[in-house]
């Protein structure tokens, strides 16, 4: 079983940034995704970013030009670095691992994709 490890939330100003980070321990598989996902206050989880060890990556029209995703499959890290940050930004921000062979936007980033999650890092922007 996968084990996935979030850290670096916190509490920002609007328009401040952050780093996210995932490290993942537990497989042997070399083609995979890992995917962010985010879950605000009485709302659905929600994909942002996702990544495959292809190198291909995904990320949501929502934070389209402010966030972006990178990964070190050797250490089996992926880093989300958040900038232009908002209030609704505000949320837990989970990562996830799936073994695929190949990479598509639908199992990459789809919730329903992913077996194996980590406890969240959350995420707070105020005004």
């Known amino acids: 079983q996968a084990l996935l490890e979030e850290s670096g939330g916190g509490s920002v100003r609007s328009g401040g940034s952050l780093t996210l980070s995932c490290k993942g321990s537990?497989?042997?598989?070399?083609?995979?995704?890992m995917g962010w996902f985010r879950q605000r206050l009485g709302k659905k989880r929600e994909a942002v970013a996702a990544?495959?060890?292809?190198?291909?990556?995904y990320v949501a029209d929502s934070v389209k030009g402010r966030f972006s995703i990178s990964q070190d499959s050797a250490e089996k890290t992926s880093t989300l670095q958040l900038t232009s940050l908002k209030v609704e930004d505000t949320a837990m921000y989970f990562c996830?691992?799936?073994?695929?062979?190949?990479?598509?936007?639908?199992?990459?980033?789809?919730?329903?994709?992913?077996?194996?999650w980590g406890q969240g890092t959350q995420v707070t922007v105020s005004s």
């Open positions: 996830a691992y799936e073994d695929w062979e190949s990479s598509t936007w639908d199992r990459c980033m789809s919730a329903n994709m992913y077996r194996d």
């Open positions: 537990g497989w042997t598989i070399k083609n995979y995704c």
């Open positions: 990544i495959h060890t292809d190198g291909t990556t």
